[in-house]
């Protein structure tokens, strides 16, 4: 299936094909540059009522921070963040997680992503929660050193 077409599946209700297509896009976007050109429609999937559709959206838009020459990421940045403040504790877990695959490559966006985790209000979340996204942001950031 070409990319486009996989694309098409990340939307689509049946969450089980979604998640499949997800693994699989990502996958790609670990081998090739074949979704790069699809970073601002990423940045847009963030912005989906549907948490899972912003999850899978701000993965794909951090797997392709190895191959942004044309600094997609660093304009597309602040607006893919706002999911730090997801009301779903899982969105903002995987999202923390994501962006272990830009700090490789994108060392000049570290200050702005410290200063969005480090302002992130924890309190929102159920008590067991906050100690595992205090985790994963103490991971994230431990990466940025």
Not at 26 to 32: A, C
Not at 74 to 79: E, G, Q, V
């Amino acid at each position: 299936m070409k990319p486009d077409s996989l694309l098409a599946v990340l939307t689509q209700k049946d969450t089980k094909q979604a998640y499949g297509t997800l693994l699989e896009l990502e996958r790609i976007s670990e081998e090739t540059d074949d979704l790069y050109p699809f970073t601002e429609q990423f940045t847009e999937m963030v912005a989906d009522k549907a948490w899972a559709i912003r999850c899978r959206g701000f993965r794909l838009f951090c797997k392709q921070a190895r191959w942004d020459e044309d600094g997609v990421i660093d304009r597309c940045l602040d607006r893919a963040l706002v999911i730090l403040e997801d009301e779903k504790p899982t969105a903002v877990r995987q999202a923390l997680a994501a962006l272990l695959d830009v700090v490789p490559y994108k060392r000049e966006l570290w200050p702005a992503i410290r200063q969005r985790v480090e302002a992130m209000d924890l309190t929102r979340y159920k008590d067991s929660m906050s100690p595992l996204i205090e985790k994963d942001i103490q991971r994230l950031l431990n990466a940025m050193q």
